[in-house]
C-alpha cells in the first residue's frame, strides 16, 4: 500500500542553522501539507500546497518557513534560522483530491534545537 | 473559537474491556469529523471519517457517533488489545477550509494485560 515518506527519522541542528525536512508524498496525490506536533501537545497545522503554490498557512508558517516540490515527487520543508521552540515532530501529509478529504500523515521527522 | 475538546484526557483499561472517548468541538460551519489513531512517534492513521448526516460509523472494532447538534463525538472501542495503546485524537474539518484539519489535545489510551 503506498504511503507517505519521511526522511530523516530524527534531526538534530543548533540553534541559528537552516534545516531541511523531506517528505515524499503519494504519487498521484495533488494537495500537501506540513504539520508540527511540540512534544506532549496538539497537532497544529502549518500550510498546505495545491498546484506548487501555497493554498494556506497558519500564524505558525512565518518567514522563517519556506515548502518547496523541486522535482515533482519531493516536498520539502525548509527552516531557514531555528529556534529552540522549532523543536518538535512535523509531520507531511497528502491527498489525493477526492471528496473524502482524507489526509495521509508521515511517520514525522522529530526536529531537536539545541 | 474553533476548538476541539477531547476527555478523557489519558485512559487506563485492562485488555478485553470496552471503553469510550469523548470528544466535543466548535468549529462552524462543520463539514466532517474523524477519529486518528496516533502511536507514540509516529504519524496519526485515519480510523473512521463522519460528515454531517452520519450518526455512526464502525471500523472493526472502533464505532464512532456523532450528534451534529449537540456537537458532540464518541470513539468506542470494543474488546480492546494491548496493540490500541495509543493516542486517539478527534479531527474536524470546516466546510469551507477543508485544507486545515482542527486537532484535539487526544486521549492517551493505555491497555494493560
Known amino acids: 500500500e503506498p504511503e507517505v515518506t519521511q526522511t530523516p527519522s530524527h534531526q538534530v541542528t543548533q540553534m541559528g542553522q537552516e534545516v531541511i525536512l523531506r517528505c515524499v508524498p503519494i504519487?498521484?496525490?495533488?494537495?500537501f501539507y506540513w504539520y508540527r506536533q511540540i512534544l506532549g501537545q496538539k497537532v497544529e497545522f502549518l500550510v498546505s500546497f495545491y498546484n506548487n503554490e501555497i493554498s494556506e498557512k497558519s500564524e505558525i508558517f512565518d518567514d522563517q518557513f519556506s515548502v518547496e516540490r523541486p522535482d515533482g515527487s519531493n516536498f520539502t520543508l525548509k527552516i531557514r534560522s531555528t529556534k529552540l521552540e522549532d523543536s518538535a515532530m512535523y509531520f507531511c501529509?497528502?491527498?489525493?483530491?477526492?471528496?473524502?478529504?482524507?489526509?495521509?500523515f508521515g511517520p514525522g521527522t522529530r526536529l531537536t534545537v539545541t | 473559537k474553533n476548538q476541539v475538546e477531547q476527555s478523557p484526557q489519558s485512559l487506563i483499561i485492562l485488555e478485553g474491556k470496552n471503553c469510550t472517548l469523548q470528544?466535543?468541538?466548535?468549529?462552524?460551519?462543520?463539514?466532517?469529523l474523524r477519529w486518528y489513531k496516533q502511536d507514540t512517534g509516529r504519524g496519526p492513521v485515519s480510523l473512521t471519517i463522519?460528515?454531517?448526516?452520519?450518526n455512526t460509523k464502525s471500523n472493526g472494532r472502533y464505532t464512532a457517533t456523532l450528534d451534529a447538534d449537540t456537537k458532540q463525538s464518541s470513539l468506542h472501542i470494543t474488546a480492546s488489545q494491548l496493540s490500541d495503546s495509543a493516542s486517539y485524537i478527534c479531527?474536524?474539518?470546516?466546510?469551507?477550509?477543508?485544507?486545515?484539519?482542527?486537532f484535539g489535545t487526544g486521549t492517551r489510551l493505555q491497555v494493560f494485560p
Open positions: 463522519m460528515t454531517f448526516s452520519e
Open positions: 504519487s498521484n496525490h495533488l494537495y
Open positions: 479531527v474536524v474539518i470546516r466546510s469551507y477550509n477543508t485544507d486545515k484539519l482542527i
Open positions: 470528544c466535543n468541538y466548535t468549529v462552524s460551519p462543520f463539514s466532517n
Open positions: 501529509a497528502s491527498y489525493p483530491g477526492t471528496a473524502s478529504y482524507e489526509q495521509y
